[in-house]
């Protein structure tokens, strides 16, 4: 038994005395309470043999390892290994026995936890009741015996292969019995799972990369750009799963009726396992999808804010009398706001989308993705994100298909479809008046577009 500071500690030694012909110790000179040095003999029955008083920093296993190499010159038949806040109940002479008689190398133990009171359950985290599995905490001895590399629940590493003795006792747990150890190991379990998800989520470096800004700025162009680097998949607009279809198949796509059979609330989740990339492009756009998506799913972000001139995205936001209304403006500039912020916040980076052509390089440096091609292009490449713009769709459609149009031929002149005429010269007067008065020339001069 290895002894630190465990209130209990006596109670739990003097029990195990009880079990047992011989006892071995370890005290932690690093973290223990040394006050209780010099009582721990008096509650050994006589039986003590031996006490470590060890320096070595502590880990999972290297105490174990520490105890286990005392044995080398002992010769033990049989060795009782609880911890100090541990009590074995008095079926264990019975089980022992049995152990005995068995071929068995291992013997484990069911916990029977001692709670606060008031308190009717052990602390859980993701509906795992503490302690989540059965530990080893007697085994036969044989020379060479050895616990590294440690693979938890107290197993020796010679006996992996071997099968286990399920004891028919239980080891009373007093971990968390009074309310302060209880909280304590709450907080404890709660940090342990978080690290314990991160490491399985982020198995593979899985990433999202997340394409940010307004609507009508290119993000679709963007994301197929990007995705047609064999490492990355295009998603499409997420956000939109019950309103959109496969841009490239429509509605009869085998990946999106996988996704939603598939679907268990967890957007990401669900994609990593149908798409089976370890990078996903989302060009949802909205700020507020990012940040909720983020809080829950917890993945590598990579965020991409694309802006466009606010004057030549205006071309598509003309009301029904063909003029600008001031509310279009004043969003535009909200939403960049909310969008810069957010991609602050992501350690994102801004992308302009008359410059996307020039950016590829930066794009793929800032993704860690491996350059392809010096020119993507991506409409030679089969995409299946949800349905954004149909421009880009359409030369991704028209490429596949063989057909022959403007598109084709403008796409292999200049890499992407950016549109050759600007927004401007669908623009009155009037409109770039209410454009500049609600404070959308202002923002363009800080984007650099005047
Ligand atoms: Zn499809």
């Given at each position: 038994?290895?002894?630190?500071?465990f209130?209990l500690?006596?109670?739990?030694?003097?029990s195990?005395?009880s079990h047992v012909?011989?006892?071995y110790l370890?005290?932690d000179?690093r973290?223990g309470?040394?006050?209780i040095?010099?009582e721990?003999e008096?509650?050994?029955d006589?039986?003590?043999?031996k006490?470590?008083k060890s320096?070595i920093?502590w880990?999972n296993?290297?105490w174990k390892?520490?105890l286990?190499r005392i044995?080398d010159?002992?010769?033990?038949?049989?060795?009782?290994f609880?911890d100090e806040d541990?009590?074995f109940?008095s079926?264990?002479?019975?089980?022992i026995?049995?152990?005995m008689d068995s071929?068995?190398?291992?013997m484990?133990?069911?916990f029977k936890t001692?709670?606060p009171?008031g308190i009717t359950?052990?602390?859980s985290?993701d509906?795992?009741?503490y302690?989540?599995t059965?530990?080893?905490?007697v085994?036969k001895?044989?020379?060479?015996?050895?616990?590294?590399?440690y693979k938890?629940?107290?197993?020796?590493?010679?006996?992996?292969?071997?099968p286990q003795?399920?004891?028919?006792?239980?080891i009373t747990?007093?971990?968390f019995y009074?309310?302060?150890l209880y909280?304590k190991?709450?907080d404890?379990?709660?940090?342990?799972?978080?690290?314990?998800?991160?490491?399985?989520?982020?198995?593979?470096?899985?990433?999202?990369?997340?394409?940010?800004?307004?609507?009508?700025?290119g993000s679709?162009m963007l994301?197929?750009m990007?995705s047609?680097?064999?490492?990355?998949?295009?998603?499409?607009?997420?956000c939109?799963?019950h309103k959109?279809?496969c841009?490239?198949?429509?509605?009869?796509?085998?990946?999106?009726?996988e996704?939603?059979?598939?679907?268990?609330?967890?957007?990401y989740?669900t994609?990593?396992?149908v798409?089976?990339k370890?990078?996903?492009?989302?060009s949802?756009k909205?700020w507020?999808w990012?940040?909720?998506?983020?809080?829950s799913?917890?993945?590598?972000?990579?965020v991409?804010h694309?802006?466009?001139?606010?004057l030549?995205?205006l071309?598509f936001r003309k009301g029904?009398?063909?003029?600008?209304k001031p509310?279009v403006?004043q969003?535009?500039?909200n939403?960049h706001?909310?969008?810069?912020?957010?991609r602050?916040?992501?350690?994102?980076i801004?992308?302009?989308?008359?410059?996307i052509?020039q950016?590829?390089?930066r794009i793929?440096?800032?993704l860690?993705?491996k350059?392809?091609d010096?020119?993507?292009k991506f409409w030679e490449h089969e995409?299946?994100?949800?349905?954004g713009?149909?421009t880009?769709?359409?030369l991704?459609?028209?490429?596949h298909?063989?057909?022959?149009?403007w598109?084709?031929?403008?796409?292999?002149?200049?890499?992407f479809n950016?549109n050759?005429r600007?927004?401007?010269?669908?623009?009155s007067?009037?409109?770039?008046?209410?454009f500049?008065?609600?404070?959308?020339r202002?923002?363009?001069?800080?984007l650099?577009?005047?």
């Amino acid at each position: 038994m290895a002894i630190r500071d465990f209130p209990l500690w006596k109670q739990c030694l003097k029990s195990l005395a009880s079990h047992v012909d011989e006892l071995y110790l370890r005290f932690d000179m690093r973290t223990g309470d040394k006050n209780i040095l010099p009582e721990i003999e008096s509650c050994c029955d006589g039986k003590l043999k031996k006490l470590i008083k060890s320096d070595i920093v502590w880990d999972n296993h290297n105490w174990k390892e520490e105890l286990l190499r005392i044995l080398d010159s002992v010769h033990p038949r049989v060795v009782l290994f609880p911890d100090e806040d541990e009590e074995f109940d008095s079926g264990i002479e019975k089980d022992i026995k049995n152990f005995m008689d068995s071929d068995c190398k291992e013997m484990i133990f069911d916990f029977k936890t001692i709670l606060p009171k008031g308190i009717t359950k052990a602390p859980s985290e993701d509906g795992r009741v503490y302690p989540f599995t059965k530990h080893v905490k007697v085994f036969k001895w044989r020379p060479g015996l050895t616990y590294i590399p440690y693979k938890n629940r107290g197993r020796l590493f010679t006996y992996l292969d071997n099968p286990q003795y399920e004891a028919k006792s239980k080891i009373t747990h007093y971990h968390f019995y009074t309310m302060e150890l209880y909280n304590k190991w709450k907080d404890r379990l709660r940090n342990r799972f978080k690290l314990e998800e991160n490491k399985r989520l982020c198995n593979g470096r899985k990433t999202i990369v997340y394409i940010l800004g307004s609507t009508r700025s290119g993000s679709t162009m963007l994301d197929l750009m990007i995705s047609s680097n064999s490492e990355c998949t295009s998603l499409g607009e997420l956000c939109l799963l019950h309103k959109r279809d496969c841009g490239f198949c429509g509605a009869k796509c085998k990946y999106w009726k996988e996704y939603k059979k598939k679907f268990n609330g967890n957007y990401y989740e669900t994609a990593f396992k149908v798409f089976k990339k370890d990078i996903l492009v989302d060009s949802s756009k909205k700020w507020k999808w990012l940040k909720e998506r983020a809080d829950s799913e917890s993945y590598e972000y990579k965020v991409i804010h694309l802006v466009r001139n606010g004057l030549d995205r205006l071309k598509f936001r003309k009301g029904k009398n063909g003029h600008i209304k001031p509310y279009v403006v004043q969003a535009w500039v909200n939403t960049h706001r909310k969008c810069e912020k957010v991609r602050k916040r992501y350690g994102g980076i801004l992308v302009k989308y008359e410059e996307i052509n020039q950016e590829t390089n930066r794009i793929y440096e800032y993704l860690g993705v491996k350059w392809q091609d010096r020119k993507v292009k991506f409409w030679e490449h089969e995409h299946h994100g949800l349905l954004g713009s149909k421009t880009a769709y359409s030369l991704v459609k028209k490429w596949h298909n063989k057909e022959n149009g403007w598109y084709n031929i403008y796409a292999d002149e200049h890499g992407f479809n950016l549109n050759p005429r600007t927004g401007h010269e669908f623009l009155s007067k009037e409109d770039i008046k209410v454009f500049n008065k609600y404070g959308g020339r202002e923002l363009n001069k800080e984007l650099g577009y005047e």
